[in-house]
């Protein structure tokens, strides 16, 4: 292709707090539509918004994980539009004063293919706060409107235009969410409309200084989304200009189930907010020593944290990118590791079974059963030869469906390994007198068949034997 892409990413994020912006209503995904609600949030007429500061420090503490210069002095203004989806016909966002501004975030890892994204910053241009509007829902002939989550807080994320392609974009997104998820500001649970993207594109023929017309694609409400969107829009654009046609300014919307992308409005339809201070809300003055007091509860960083993985811990590479890839994965390892003399294995057990069997059940790590000390309970069992691999695997699966301590399990259900050498020595006995063929096979030089005979004590044993002891009493008896 002649044409490099041009992207740049406006990313909204739901700010995860008690209660909403500017009221007392909680910030509760899920609830029965329009239940928490207030006059406030409602835009009665003579209410005042009142500003909620645990969100103010959340949208700092965005800034200062993305190198953000912070605004000692902002304030938040009026953008007016007229849409069901907002019942005070403004929305109370930030125009020209927004906390933070000029910041820059890296990207890299893999793109949506798995293809490695190469390292590079990417500019952040601000980050303001804002409310959530309403939720709509169409369909059956009607549409809906959920005002719960109008009001939520809401922060919007301008990327400079320095992507140039899906995988870049898609890079971004990875990123920025493990930066917020990290910095404990929101879940960014796509699926609950936590984090929401429009993408902005445009070509230019390789070499080209100036960007080209560019395109704005709106709600694209998964990273795969954005990325086929992406690299959709590439493609119509390439071909627009490849026929000697033209693009103009244009917004439009994403159709994930066809494919495409469909004409929302032109430029000349654009919106004029008529953007106005709030004049109910004071501008908000943030003092330096504020914000070291944010700067001072900044969690460690993914790469820090990697790096402590592998020096604390004697991990690799790839086990403590795979543990360090989510905050609460990393904090929930970092605590058992803690809790063990085993370290190693735990990782093996967090990544092989646990997120294994959490993505299966679709379950947040933060929601799991199993507490850090009874997954490090369960690895001391194993490493201390109290229970084979076979039988921690079956008291793993109990513990992930009903929680509880490994040693317990292994006592009530009596799966203690067993290595009394009386006991094994009769299993053997039974095995080698159920088996004479076999015995025969080994005896006569064939050693492969030990392999079998030693399935069988198992077997018999009901999983139990201690598998180095079961050898060596076979070994002795035959
Ligand atoms: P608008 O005034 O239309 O909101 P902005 O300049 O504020 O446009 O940019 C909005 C988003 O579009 C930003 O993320 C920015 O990086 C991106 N952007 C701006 N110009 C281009 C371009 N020519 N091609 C691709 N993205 C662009
Ligand atoms: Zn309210
Ligand atoms: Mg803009």
């Known amino acids: 292709m002649k044409y490099e892409a041009v992207i740049g990413l406006e990313v909204h994020v739901q700010v995860r707090t008690k209660s909403k912006m500017f009221c007392s209503c909680p910030n509760r995904y899920g609830a029965e539509p329009n239940t928490l609600v207030c006059p406030v949030c409602m835009g009665y007429p003579g209410t005042l918004p009142v500003p909620n500061h645990e969100a103010i420090r959340k949208a700092v503490k965005a800034g200062l994980l993305?190198?953000?210069?912070?605004?000692?002095?902002?304030?938040?203004?009026r953008k007016s539009y007229f849409y069901p989806d907002l019942v005070k016909n403004y929305q109370i966002s930030q125009y020209d004063l927004p906390f933070c501004v000029k910041g820059r975030l890296a990207i890299g890892g893999k793109g949506f293919s798995g293809e490695p994204v190469a390292d590079k910053f990417v500019g952040i241009t601000r980050i303001h706060l804002e409310e959530d509007p309403a939720k709509l829902s169409h369909g059956g002939g009607a549409s809906g409107a959920d005002y719960n989550r109008s009001g939520v807080p809401l922060l919007e994320v301008v990327s400079e235009p320095d992507m140039r392609s899906a995988d870049e974009a898609y890079a971004y997104l990875c990123a920025l969410k493990e930066i917020m998820r990290y910095g404990d500001i929101s879940d960014c649970d796509m699926e609950k409309g936590q984090m929401r993207c429009?993408?902005?594109?445009?070509?230019?023929?390789?070499?080209?200084?100036?960007?080209?017309?560019?395109?704005?694609?709106?709600?694209?409400?998964?990273?795969?989304?954005?990325?086929?969107?992406?690299?959709?829009?590439?493609?119509?654009?390439?071909?627009?200009?490849?026929?000697?046609?033209?693009?103009?300014?244009?917004?439009?919307?994403?159709?994930?189930?066809?494919?495409?992308?469909?004409?929302?409005?032109?430029?000349?339809?654009?919106?004029?907010?008529?953007?106005?201070?709030?004049?109910?809300?004071?501008?908000?003055?943030?003092?330096?020593?504020?914000?070291?007091?944010?700067?001072?509860?900044?969690?460690?960083?993914?790469?820090?944290?990697?790096?402590?993985?592998?020096?604390?811990?004697?991990?690799?590479?790839?086990?403590?990118?795979?543990?360090?890839?989510?905050?609460?994965?990393?904090?929930?390892?970092?605590?058992?590791?803690?809790?063990?003399?085993?370290?190693?294995?735990?990782?093996?057990?967090?990544?092989?079974?646990?997120?294994?069997?959490?993505?299966?059940?679709?379950?947040?790590?933060?929601?799991?059963?199993?507490?850090?000390?009874?997954?490090?309970?369960?690895?001391?069992?194993?490493?201390?030869?109290?229970?084979?691999?076979?039988?921690?695997?079956?008291?793993?699966?109990?513990?992930?469906?009903?929680?509880?301590?490994?040693?317990?399990?292994?006592?009530?259900?009596?799966?203690?390994?067993?290595?009394?050498?009386?006991?094994?020595?009769?299993?053997?006995?039974?095995?080698?007198?159920?088996?004479?063929?076999?015995?025969?096979?080994?005896?006569?030089?064939?050693?492969?068949?030990?392999?079998?005979?030693?399935?069988?004590?198992?077997?018999?044993?009901?999983?139990?034997?201690?598998?180095?002891?079961?050898i060596a009493e076979l070994k002795k008896q035959l």
């Open 66 to 77: 993305t190198e953000c210069t912070i605004a000692g002095f902002s304030k938040f203004d």
């Open 198 to 470: 429009d993408v902005n594109i445009s070509l230019r023929p390789f070499g080209q200084k100036e960007f080209g017309t560019k395109i704005e694609l709106k709600n694209l409400n998964s990273f795969r989304a954005a990325h086929r969107a992406v690299e959709y829009e590439t493609w119509r654009q390439a071909d627009i200009l490849d026929k000697g046609g033209s693009l103009r300014q244009e917004t439009r919307g994403w159709n994930d189930e066809n494919g495409e992308s469909y004409l929302m409005r032109t430029k000349e339809q654009a919106h004029d907010y008529r953007y106005f201070p709030d004049p109910d809300l004071l501008p908000v003055t943030l003092a330096e020593a504020d914000v070291e007091d944010i700067r001072a509860s900044l969690p460690e960083l993914p790469a820090a944290k990697r790096e402590r993985f592998l020096r604390e811990y004697g991990l690799t590479e790839y086990d403590a990118g795979v543990l360090t890839s989510d905050r609460f994965i990393a904090d929930y390892f970092d605590a058992a590791a803690r809790a063990s003399s085993s370290p190693k294995l735990v990782a093996n057990w967090v990544i092989s079974e646990l997120l294994w069997e959490l993505g299966n059940a679709k379950t947040d790590i933060r929601d799991c059963r199993i507490s850090p000390a009874d997954l490090a309970g369960l690895v001391e069992l194993i490493d201390k030869a109290v229970i084979n691999g076979k039988i921690a695997k079956e008291v793993f699966s109990e513990m992930f469906a009903k929680g509880g301590a490994a040693k317990a399990i292994v006592e009530a259900r009596g799966l203690a390994q067993v290595s009394d050498s009386g006991a094994i020595a009769s299993v053997v006995t039974e095995a080698i007198k159920a088996n004479p063929a076999q015995v025969e096979q080994y005896r006569a030089g064939n050693a492969k068949v030990l392999q079998f005979l030693v399935g069988q004590v198992m077997k018999l044993s009901r999983g139990k034997a201690n598998p180095q002891l079961a």
